[in-house]
């Protein structure tokens, strides 16, 4: 069936005979089929005539081919034509107005409260009431709870008399209770934070404040003290006596030695082993004022640290500062410091208390003459001195700032024997006027290292010792370097300072971490009656 009602018959195509025949091929021949007549018929007809016209416009055209063609543009006439039409047509978002699904007026409202669970503790009114009856007396007064137990915080720049106001205590039981924890310890000893437990009792009038009956807390950690109230009416609980009792707690003040293995990063080691993250850093920094931790410490290297720590019979647990840091190396000791004195400075294991990081003082002695111009003690005119001097004995020892190489050694004019060190970064030093020499030209020197002694060779007046520093090779001012302090233990206190790190040397690593055991009369006493008999001797 074509568009037009035909169908195809034999006789309406070519005979075999023609060009276009092939051997066993089937002609079929179009024959008309009547035409529908009325309004069908004329629809049908203006139905295939638009059709075979729309069939060659192309509506929809690729607008990625001919582009810039009037092809081309009307298809983008056609996409905005669509996109305008589409948001002219775009729906309305605007809120509906419909009624509401429960009427709302205070009848509603009331009937939902009254449906509802309040808590009472915060003041809930809801729940459906009862009618009153004659058997219903109305109360005078609503009853209060004999007792009040409420926890109260000293806070951050806080009073103990203006915390326990806060909780409701009488102004004359603050006093009394100030007066007797003050006898025990000083008010201001007690650290913000600490928490303490209260028993407020009855009032004695309405309106009046409630007694304080017990006042707990933890005052220091070996002393817990209990303010309690004796001698109180039973009935009434009014009267008595405020009493303190003191409850001392046996602790345990073994320090914490920890050890283990540097790893790839000492931090995360000594963190995984426990160690707190402020005395981990505290470690550190004390380390790094001795050593280069990036360069001188290897992984196989083993960490030393002990802390001071404090363990009580109650459980709880306090760490403090640090005491000692260590690294050791192949099982010995490679570097060894202590807390010290009452500075809390750190001296390495043979007594002396010096940082390696940074420029040490060239020679122990006071400064004579510093740098600039001045008029020359031995030459009698002013010329720029560009050095500074120390006095000191002859002989005293001149030790090397920091570590270097001796490019220089040996008589140098008027500054006599000298000793010329190449620090390393531009910075080079000079030491003259020595009375002999302790190293020679090329050999490294290490930071504290004797290079030479005081003398008087050269243009000099007297023993001291002539000291110049350069930078890049200019010469700088020796006062404008921040020199490392050094302080050394000697006599008794070095004897002591080593008696005490050979005991810390001696606590054994986690051995603080255990549970404090009870002493003897600390034992609890047996629960049941049938086995105090039991346990109690007989007397023949």
């Known amino acids: 069936m074509s568009a037009y009602g035909e169908t195809a018959s034999s006789s309406d195509f070519p005979s075999d005979e023609g060009p276009f025949s092939r051997a066993g091929h089937r002609v079929f021949r179009i024959t008309r089929e009547p035409k529908r007549s009325g309004f069908a018929g004329r629809f049908d007809r203006y139905r295939s005539a638009l059709s075979d016209r729309l069939a060659h416009i192309d509506l929809a055209p690729d607008l990625a081919e001919?582009?810039?063609?009037?092809?081309?543009?009307?298809?983008?006439?056609?996409?905005?034509?669509?996109?305008?039409?589409?948001?002219?047509?775009?729906?309305?978002?605007?809120?509906?107005?419909?009624?509401?699904?429960?009427?709302?007026?205070?009848?509603?409202?009331?009937?939902?409260?009254?449906?509802?669970?309040?808590?009472?503790?915060?003041?809930?009114?809801?729940?459906r009431r009862m009618g009153p009856t004659a058997f219903v007396k109305p109360l005078k007064s609503a009853p209060e709870r004999p007792q009040i137990e409420l926890m109260a915080t000293l806070a951050e720049d806080d009073s103990f008399s203006r915390m326990l106001r806060r909780a409701g205590v009488s102004a004359s039981d603050i006093g009394d209770v100030s007066a007797l924890v003050g006898g025990a310890m000083s008010l201001s000893e007690i650290e913000p934070g600490t928490q303490m437990d209260l028993i407020l009792g009855r009032r004695p009038a309405p309106g009046a404040a409630r007694p304080l009956d017990v006042l707990k807390f933890r005052a220091r950690f070996d002393l817990e003290l209990k303010v309690a109230r004796n001698g109180a009416d039973p009935e009434?609980?009014?009267?008595?006596?405020?009493?303190?009792?003191?409850?001392?707690?046996?602790?345990?003040?073994?320090?914490?030695?920890?050890?283990?293995?540097?790893?790839?990063?000492?931090?995360?080691?000594?963190?995984?082993?426990?160690?707190?993250?402020?005395?981990v850093q505290e470690y550190l920094r004390t380390l790094d004022n001795q050593i280069d931790l990036d360069r001188e410490v290897r992984e196989s290297d083993t960490f030393d640290i002990i802390l001071s720590y404090r363990r009580a019979e109650t459980g709880e647990r306090q760490a403090g500062k640090l005491l000692y840091a260590g690294v050791d190396r192949d099982g010995k000791p490679r570097t060894q410091l202590m807390r010290w004195g009452e500075k809390g400075q750190f001296f390495e294991a043979s007594g002396v208390g010096e940082q390696r990081r940074?420029?040490?003082?060239?020679?122990?002695?006071?400064?004579?003459?510093?740098?600039?111009?001045?008029?020359?003690?031995?030459?009698?005119?002013?010329?720029?001195?560009?050095?500074?001097?120390?006095?000191?004995?002859?002989?005293?020892?001149?030790?090397?700032?920091?570590?270097?190489?001796?490019?220089?050694?040996?008589?140098?004019?008027?500054?006599?024997?000298?000793?010329?060190?190449?620090?390393?970064?531009?910075?080079?030093?000079?030491?003259?006027?020595?009375?002999?020499?302790a190293v020679r030209r090329g050999e490294q020197v290490r930071r504290g290292q004797v290079i030479g002694y005081v003398g008087s060779t050269g243009l000099s007046t007297g023993p001291h010792l002539h000291f110049e520093m350069y930078r890049n090779g200019r010469a700088v001012n020796p006062a404008s370097v921040r020199y490392v302090t050094r302080a050394a233990l000697s006599g008794v206190e070095l004897l002591k300072f080593k008696e005490q790190l050979t005991t810390l040397k001696l606590v054994e690593p986690g051995a603080a971490l255990e549970d404090l055991t009870p002493k003897v009369e600390q034992v609890e006493e047996p629960a049941r009656e049938i086995e105090k008999i039991n346990s109690t001797k007989r007397v023949d």
């Open 66 to 127: 001919n582009i810039g063609s009037l092809h081309w543009f009307r298809g983008m006439l056609t996409m905005l034509g669509l996109g305008a039409l589409a948001l002219a047509l775009w729906p309305d978002m605007s809120t509906a107005s419909a009624s509401a699904a429960m009427p709302d007026t205070p009848d509603v409202h009331g009937e939902l409260r009254s449906q509802m669970i309040m808590p009472l503790a915060l003041g809930g009114d809801s729940g």
């Open 236 to 279: 009434t609980g009014q009267g008595g006596s405020l009493s303190l009792v003191r409850n001392f707690i046996r602790v345990d003040d073994t320090p914490l030695r920890v050890r283990g293995e540097v790893g790839s990063s000492l931090y995360r080691s000594m963190r995984a082993a426990g160690v707190p993250a402020s005395v």
């Open 358 to 437: 940074g420029l040490i003082q060239p020679v122990n002695g006071p400064i004579s003459s510093r740098y600039g111009m001045r008029r020359h003690p031995i030459l009698g005119y002013r010329r720029m001195h560009a050095g500074q001097d120390y006095r000191a004995r002859s002989g005293t020892p001149i030790v090397a700032v920091s570590d270097g190489r001796v490019v220089g050694a040996g008589r140098m004019g008027g500054c006599g024997i000298a000793v010329r060190v190449n620090h390393g970064g531009g910075l080079e030093t000079r030491s003259c006027h020595m009375s002999r020499m």
